[in-house]
């Protein structure tokens, strides 16, 4: 049994620098959400696909942020002339969407700091 | 808007004594309902949900919560804790139903074992 995965696990990049990040959902799971962790606070969502359509982006996600799930299987999460106020952790979620039910499954993350 | 506050943000308790960690949510409609851990370099593990039936659920790892309607609460507890329970614990408010919106979490709350 494969959870999701996300990748790289650490980056570190310059301020104004483009980064992305790459999120393989399980396999089976159709919803895939993104989230940001800052130190000492819980998870905030970002943006959330079902299959390859995204279908809702939190007022966090600046024009900066651009997210794609091109054939409904991984997706990545490019963030444009990055900030230092990016610094954060990127968490990727998934859930199989069936009804009733939204347990969302967590990948380890992508630690992201801006120098 | 819905919100979730846990009150404390370090607790710390002596192995094999007893566990309560308090959460309150508010939520529009009837809230599903989660709890997770996060261990440093971990993604988050659910622990626990609740989305309908009986307000006492039980979860992985000896942990049980109970929801309180009257209160807006899911309060977490364990009646003996292990060294190995340190950790960051998550409670998060989302939509059920085949719901699709993020879960907006709380800010955690720090547990710290005391040998």
């Known amino acids: 049994d494969t959870g999701v995965s996300q990748n790289p696990r650490h980056k570190i990049t310059k301020r104004g620098q483009n980064v992305t990040f790459r999120c393989d959902p399980i396999?089976?799971?159709?919803?895939l959400y993104w989230y940001r962790q800052t130190l000492g606070q819980g998870p905030e969502f970002l943006t959330y696909?079902?299959?390859?359509?995204?279908?809702?982006k939190s007022r966090l996600l600046s024009d900066r942020f651009s997210a794609e799930r091109p054939k409904g299987s991984f997706s990545t999460l490019e963030i444009q002339r990055t900030e230092q106020g990016d610094s954060a952790m990127y968490l990727c979620?998934?859930?199989?969407?069936?009804?009733?039910?939204?347990?969302?499954?967590f990948g380890p993350g992508t630690r992201l700091t801006v120098l | 808007a819905q919100s979730v506050t846990q009150p404390d943000i370090h607790i710390t308790v002596s192995e094999g004594a007893s566990l309560e960690l308090r959460c309150n949510y508010s939520?529009?409609?009837?809230?599903?309902l989660f709890w997770y851990v996060q261990s440093p370099g971990q993604g988050l593990q659910l622990l626990l949900k609740?989305?309908?039936?009986?307000?006492l659920v039980q979860g992985i790892k000896g942990f049980e919560a109970e929801f309180k309607r009257s209160q807006s609460s899911f309060n977490l507890r364990k009646p003996s804790v292990h060294w190995s329970d340190a950790a960051e614990y998550f409670c998060?408010?989302?939509?059920?139903?085949?719901?699709?919106?993020?879960?907006?979490f709380g800010k955690g709350t720090h547990l710290i074992i005391q040998p």
């Open positions: 979620a998934s859930s199989s969407g069936t009804s009733g039910v939204n347990e969302q499954f």
């Open positions: 396999s089976e799971h159709n919803r």
């Open positions: 696909f079902q299959n390859e359509a995204q279908l809702e």
């Open positions: 939520y529009g409609a009837t809230p599903y």
């Open positions: 609740y989305f309908s039936g009986d307000t």
């Open positions: 998060a408010v989302g939509p059920g139903g085949g719901g699709a919106d993020g879960l907006t």
